[in-house]
C-alpha cells in the first residue's frame, strides 16, 4: 500500500473511496471491499482518501479529547491488511473545508485519475457539507466518472456507525463494540511507575501512560483484556477509573493491568491493550480486604472466560 501526504500524477484511472473512515469498520470494509471489486473488474487502482486531523477537531467550536477510534497511524496500519492501492492523507485545514464541491471533484480528477467515485451513506463535500449526492451525481456528468453511494451498513438489524462505536466504548460496551468494529479495540501506552498499591494487595499492576490523547478511553471499570509487550502475548484484567478505595480525585484516570502469570520488568516498554469484557464498574470498597477479595473473583471469571473463548 502506497501512502501518500501530497498529490501525485496517478497513470492508472482510480476508484477513490473518500471518508474519515475512523475505526476502518465493518461498514467500512464493506465499502473498502466494494470499491475493490469495482477496481479489479476495470483494472483501475483502488484509492482512498482521508483526512488529517479529523474534521472535526478543526471545524468544532470545542475541541474534544479522546474522542477517535483509530489514530491516523493506527489507521493506516489497518487499512495496510486490506485490499487498498494508495492510500492519499489530506491535510484538513479550514482553508481546505471552504472548497466547494466542484473544486474538490477537479482536483480529484486532475491529481488522481478519478473514473469512480465511492460515496457512504452520509457523506457530502465542500464548505458547510453542501456537495449532496445529487449535487456530485450531477458533476459526475460533467466531468465523466460513476458514482456510488452506499446505504447505512446493516447487521442483524444494527446500524454500524463510528459514533455508535464510540458510545458504546464510552458507556463500557467494548464486546458490543468489538462486533461493530470487526475487531477487538485497543488503546496503546507506555508502561510508567505507579504507586505500587497493586503490587501491595498481591496482584502487581503495568499502569498505562502516553495513550494518544485524541483516543477514547473505554469508560471506567473492570475489563478482561489481552495485551502485548515485545511480540508477546498475555491474558490479564484491566481497571479503569479513579481508586475510589483509596484516596483520589477525578481529576486523573489511571489505566492498571494485571497480567496473568507474568513477572516482568517492562518498565518504559510499548504495551498495546485489547479490550474483550467489561465484567463490572468500579467500586469503593470499605475495607481493603474487600477489595482483594474482589480481585480474586475478578480473576477467576477472566480465566473462565479465556478457558471458553480462546
Keep these: 500500500m502506497e501512502i501518500l501526504y ?8 482510480t476508484t477513490i473511496s473518500i471518508g474519515t473512515f475512523d475505526g476502518v469498520h465493518r461498514g467500512h470494509r464493506f465499502v473498502i471491499e466494494y470499491a475493490n471489486e469495482l477496481a479489479k473488474r476495470y483494472q483501475y487502482t483502488n484509492m482512498i482518501i482521508t483526512f488529517d486531523p479529523h474534521p472535526r477537531f478543526v471545524l468544532a467550536k470545542k475541541i474534544q479529547a479522546h474522542f477517535l477510534l483509530t489514530t491516523l497511524e493506527e489507521k493506516l496500519e489497518i487499512l495496510s491488511r486490506m485490499p487498498v492501492d494508495i492510500v492519499y492523507i489530506q491535510k484538513f485545514t479550514k482553508e ?3 472548497l466547494t464541491p466542484e473544486e474538490f471533484i477537479k482536483i480529484l480528477k486532475e491529481n488522481f485519475n478519478m473514473k469512480a467515485l ?8 465542500g464548505v458547510n457539507r453542501s456537495g449532496s449526492y445529487e449535487d456530485i451525481k450531477a458533476l459526475s456528468y ?10 447505512p451498513f446493516v447487521d442483524d438489524g444494527v446500524f454500524i456507525s463510528s459514533t455508535k462505536i464510540r458510545n458504546l466504548l464510552i458507556k463500557g460496551f467494548v464486546s458490543e463494540a468489538n462486533k461493530l468494529l470487526g475487531y477487538n479495540y485497543f488503546i496503546k501506552g507506555r508502561v510508567i511507575e505507579g504507586s505500587k498499591i497493586g503490587r501491595q494487595l ?13 483516543k ?10 489481552r495485551a502485548f509487550v515485545e511480540d508477546e502475548q498475555y ?23 494485571h497480567l496473568f502469570d507474568f513477572n516482568k520488568n517492562i518498565y518504559n516498554k510499548s504495551i498495546k491493550i485489547e479490550f474483550l469484557l467489561k465484567i463490572r464498574d468500579e467500586i469503593k470498597f470499605d475495607k481493603v480486604e474487600d477489595l482483594i477479595q474482589q ?16
Excluded: W
Design 6 to 13: 501530497t498529490p501525485k500524477q496517478i497513470n492508472l484511472p
Design 96 to 98: 481546505f473545508s471552504q
Design 118 to 125: 465511492v460515496m457512504g451513506y452520509d457523506h457530502s463535500f
Design 142 to 151: 460533467k466531468y465523466n466518472f460513476f458514482l456510488h453511494k452506499f446505504q
Design 202 to 214: 498481591g496482584f502487581p499492576t503495568a499502569n498505562i501512560g502516553e495513550v494518544a490523547d485524541e
Design 216 to 225: 477514547i478511553i473505554p469508560g471506567s471499570g473492570v475489563y478482561i483484556i
Design 235 to 257: 491474558r490479564g484484567i484491566m481497571n479503569i477509573g479513579f481508586r475510589p478505595t483509596f484516596q483520589y480525585s477525578h481529576d486523573n484516570i489511571y489505566l492498571e493491568a
Design 295 to 310: 480481585i480474586y473473583k475478578d480473576r477467576e471469571l477472566a480465566l473462565r472466560f479465556f478457558d471458553r473463548n480462546f
